[in-house]
């Protein structure tokens, strides 16, 4: 059964380029996770979506940061214009919301490298 | 906001040797699950605990829910150099809500 799937592996762009970076989580899975990992701050949840439906973005830090989920199967987070500081491991992740607990169990995908420069 | 503390922030052991590492907070957390993140990949489920005082094991690893709710152990016996990575903590408060991830220990196992 393939896992969450991130693309790109690694992205080099420069500073006031838009960056895209693309998600498919596992099938079945109803919620998903966008986080961002640096060392200084570790890793941090951007957004989430239930059923395609954004439900807390609070973590996005600017209005620079974008992201949709048009359908089950596809999550975008969008950055635009880039910034030398965006420089982070994004990850994507999926789980099943089934009900208690379960959607704690998140599966992350292997990550976007992005670089600003 | 809420934050978990990990301890230590690295390990340096030899190969065969035990490993304990501790995540602990100031608030109480419902549930508390375990994560290793191996070089260029994302962070995988080691283990989850639901109820405090659980103790839950997954082959050489052991996981305890503390019983005040606010701290919780993992323990690595027999290291082996595949148990190289960084592991997380990560809990949350009730059901449904988002998880809050320590800072991480990164773990060296000498051959």
């Known amino acids: 059964d393939a896992g969450v799937i991130q693309s790109p592996r690694h992205e080099v762009t420069e500073m006031g380029q838009e960056v895209t970076l693309r998600c498919k989580p596992i099938s079945g899975h109803d919620y998903l996770f966008w986080y961002r990992q640096t060392m200084m701050r570790g890793l941090e949840l951007l957004i989430y979506?239930?059923?395609?439906?954004?439900?807390?973005d609070s973590g996005m830090p600017e209005d620079r940061f974008s992201a949709k989920m048009p359908n089950a199967s596809f999550s975008t987070l969008k950055i635009q214009p880039s910034e030398p500081r965006d420089s982070a491991v994004y990850f994507c992740?999926?789980?099943?919301?089934?009900?208690?607990?379960?959607?704690?169990?998140?599966?992350f995908g292997s990550g976007t490298q992005l670089s600003v420069l | 906001g809420q934050q978990l503390n990990q301890s230590p922030q690295s390990m340096f052991i030899q190969e065969g040797e035990d490993v304990s590492m501790n995540c602990t907070s100031s608030?109480?957390?419902?549930?508390w699950l375990w994560y290793k993140q191996d070089p260029g990949e994302g962070p995988v489920l080691l283990i989850a605990l639901y109820k405090a005082g659980e103790l839950t094991s997954n082959g050489r690893l052991t996981a305890q829910f503390g019983i005040t709710r606010k701290d919780s152990f993992l323990n690595i016996s027999a290291s082996i150099p595949s148990d190289v990575g960084i592991y997380f903590c990560a809990g949350s408060k009730t059901s449904g809500s988002r998880l809050t991830f320590g800072e991480g220990t990164q773990l060296t196992v000498n051959p």
């Open positions: 608030s109480i957390f419902n549930t």
């Open positions: 992740a999926s789980s099943l919301g089934a009900g208690g607990f379960t959607n704690e169990k998140l599966f």
């Open positions: 979506f239930n059923n395609n439906v954004p439900i807390d």
